[in-house]
């Protein structure tokens, strides 16, 4: 199955399922995509996470309950009047997957911006959000740049940080700043941080960045900046990993950073793996690489790189 048909097939299979309390993982499952990649390319193609496409579903569909009075399908409007509300959100909370009334008025207010009392005596304010319809026009004049090249395992060494694929535009290139600041300076280190700067500059830590699936985390994927790992003894604070042998589909990013490597990113999974005929993905795994020199240049060249078995 496609990248494209599988997202459609996905969001088939969340309307299916909106009141079951299933996550990101369930739904990639059904649908025969890796979490990792079927929660990042589902934020960049449509502009939501799993939670929050899920959450505004079923906020929707319980402010139509509001508005009903909660009936069943077929039951008809209740009279006014007929409806106790107090006891008609504590229903509501459990039905669209909340543990307490309270949280779920909480959620419900700050979705439709106003409570459910409000909404029940003002239908009009109900916030619409119907189901998503995936549809990729793929525009414009420039062809994406690749190369297909197979390489060995890879044993890296770096600095780990667990990042949301929600806010991972904007975690990732803070954890850069961070690091830069902390060790690309050029001011007396600390006595501590001698070893992890000498380890730096032997194993070349920045040349990569690294995404892995984190098995243990549904909404979350860890990150590393990343060198190739030349043996000896690892700092405390850096982590030692292995990137298994594969083929890699290697983008070029031409322009400066994060705009070019963020904007390229978001191509791949709008154009490239809607349009792809040839491969699929081979494991929960891509790689970032950055070239030297000044990274806001017009001119800076850095790559995505994805690894792929042939369909």
Not at 28 to 40: G, L, M, R, T
Not at 151 to 161: D, H, P, T, V
Not at 274 to 302: C, K, L, R, V
Request: charged fraction near 25%.
């Amino acid at each position: 199955m496609d990248w494209l048909a599988s997202l459609k097939k996905a969001i088939d299979y969340m309307e299916e399922h909106l009141l079951t309390g299933m996550g990101a993982a369930e739904v990639a499952d059904a649908v025969h995509i890796s979490p990792f990649y079927f929660q990042k390319g589902f934020k960049l193609v449509t502009g939501y996470t799993i939670g929050e496409y899920l959450r505004n579903r079923r906020l929707y569909l319980a402010g139509l309950d509001v508005i009903k009075g909660g009936c069943a399908p077929g039951e008809g409007i209740p009279k006014r009047g007929r409806w106790p509300m107090e006891e008609k959100v504590i229903d509501l909370a459990y039905k669209y997957g909340y543990d307490t009334p309270e949280s779920f008025t909480k959620a419900f207010s700050r979705f439709h911006g106003c409570s459910p009392m409000q909404l029940r005596a003002q239908p009009h304010q109900i916030k619409v959000f119907l189901p998503l319809i995936i549809e990729i026009s793929i525009q414009g004049g420039n062809k994406m740049e690749f190369t297909v090249e197979k390489r060995e395992a890879m044993k890296m060494i770096g600095f780990e940080r667990v990042v949301s694929y929600g806010d991972s535009y904007q975690e990732i290139p803070k954890f850069w700043q961070e690091f830069c600041r902390q060790y690309c300076g050029e001011g007396t280190a600390p006595e501590k941080d001698k070893e992890i700067r000498q380890t730096i500059a032997e194993c070349m830590v920045g040349e990569y960045g690294v995404c892995v699936e984190d098995g243990q985390e549904k909404d979350q994927f860890r990150y590393y900046i990343a060198g190739a790992y030349q043996g000896g003894n690892v700092p405390e604070g850096m982590t030692v990993f292995q990137i298994p042998a594969s083929q890699w589909v290697k983008f070029r990013c031409v322009g400066p950073m994060p705009e070019a490597l963020q904007t390229v990113n978001t191509r791949i999974f709008k154009e490239w793996l809607p349009g792809n005929q040839e491969y699929e993905i081979a494991f929960h795994m891509n790689i970032e690489w950055y070239s030297q020199g000044d990274t806001q240049s017009e001119n800076y060249e850095s790559g995505i790189w994805l690894p792929v078995k042939r369909l």
